[in-house]
DNA sequence: ATTATATTGTGAACGTTTTCACATAAAGGT
DNA sequence: ACCTTTATGTGAAAACGTTCACAATATAAT
């Protein structure tokens, strides 16, 4: 009955997953959970692969670094792949997330539905201003970023979103990992230090935009690119 | 006087520019513009790896596809590269962008300053809720979308931000390509289908948070990676 | 002037990721 | 029972991206 976990575990521990191979679990996943709502019971390598823009070999690939989820000429079993990935991704849980910096960005997260629908629930609001500590975003209210770090352990948060100014945010980074917190998400526009045991992911929402104005600039230069 | 003009567009026809390399640009410039404000002149490939956790071998062979910016034994000039790099992403003028979608992120975005200082204007707002049409964010009154393509032209708007529910946002595309726009950033958790010759960037928030879970969930698998 | 030091630019080596191609195997039709 | 079709899983090849290593060249010190 284990036999399915030894492997994924086998693999992982022998092989190395590259990063893009994560990132495209991401993209499996969704596609099956609609897949599993229109009501297909399998899918093919090229169906997955065309909803996702790939080639049906990069999913096969993938998938194979964890197991062997598919049955040769019919495909693979939708609503047990997207579980199965659910458990590699780590996503077959709830997670409980601390935000940090109420501003722009960070009411927005609060309210965003796709967090909570892959499992990620924010739970907790932290900010300095002193008129939004108190106030409640979403039934959540913003706590003093001065409690941060006992209120972090308090709650046993493990994840954490920093949304707060460049120019702070290495201090609130500093802060959160003195709290024990081993993985942070960073919307600051800024290169953060952490310990090499901390997982740090940036997400830089104009880099994005960069990338379309070289790409309109310089039509020519670079390969049609699968965003 | 534009040899250096001559030899960028040469770079670029002949090679390929990989993502990496562009995305990478995008840092570069971003800590050129820290080093400037600093108060430095010249910065070494060294110096500008360790402030983007890079290898120098990295930095000089990114630049080097585009030109030859340094001096041997001194460095790169902060301000010029900085220039020539502004250049070369397109960021060395204003863009003139529409924002579709006003809920959550929607708004968040209006006021994203980031966006304002890489010069990229959101100049107006579309959303299809009759509560919201007529209303002011930050200073521009909400369209109604079914007015999209013909505002869009009169605008003469060349890149689009969709922030609508998944489940709309293939038609909303749709029409933005209509309107004959060739740049789309979308914040939609889904795959969009567009013309070849128009350029479209995901931003997947959550995708990020899978992959701190994928982190956490698999301490031993993946290699520590520079987000 | 000469030498020491710093640092670029780049071809070649290396490593990683993607794609190819095919043996393997299940399902369905005859 | 056999053949045809479909489609996985995976080594091997190809493509791509990163790092190495060093010649070239600028500056600074003596």
Redesign the interface.
């Known amino acids: 009955m284990n036999d399915r976990i030894d492997e994924i575990t086998n693999n992982?521990?022998r092989k190395?997953?590259?990063?893009s191979t994560?990132?495209r679990?991401?993209?499996y996943?969704?596609?099956l959970s609609l897949l599993e709502k229109e009501g297909y019971e399998t899918v093919s390598s090229k169906e997955l692969a065309k909803?996702?823009?790939l080639t049906p070999a990069q999913v096969r690939k993938d998938l194979s670094f964890f197991g062997s989820f598919g049955t040769r000429g019919l495909g693979y079993p939708v609503a047990e792949l997207r579980r199965q990935l659910a458990a590699?991704?780590?996503?077959d849980r709830q997670?409980q997330?601390a935000l940090i910096g109420v501003g722009?960005?960070g009411?927005?997260?609060v309210?965003?539905k796709?967090?909570v629908?892959?499992?990620?629930q924010i739970v907790k609001l932290f900010d300095n201003d002193q008129r939004k500590i108190g106030s409640n975003h979403k039934g959540i209210v913003v706590s003093d970023i001065a409690d941060l770090e006992s209120e972090l352990k308090a709650d046993s948060i493990?994840?954490v979103?920093i949304a707060v100014p460049a120019t702070v945010a290495q201090y609130i980074v500093d802060d959160v990992v003195n709290a024990g917190i081993?993985?942070?998400?960073n919307f600051a526009?800024v290169?953060l230090r952490v310990p090499?045991d901390v997982?740090?992911?940036?997400?830089?929402?104009?880099?994005?935009?960069?990338?379309?104005?070289?790409?309109?600039?310089?039509q020519?230069?670079?390969?049609?690119?699968r965003?």
Chains 1, 2 share one sequence.
């Open positions: 992982l521990s190395r997953i590259s990063e994560i990132r679990l991401s993209l996943y969704r596609a909803r996702e823009k590699i991704l780590g996503i997670w997330v722009n960005i009411s927005a997260l309210g965003y796709e967090f629908r892959q499992g990620f493990e994840m979103v081993k993985a942070i998400l526009p290169n090499s997982y740090l992911r940036n997400e830089n929402m104009s880099m994005e935009l960069e990338y379309l104005s070289f790409a309109i600039v310089n020519h230069a670079q390969k049609r690119v965003t």
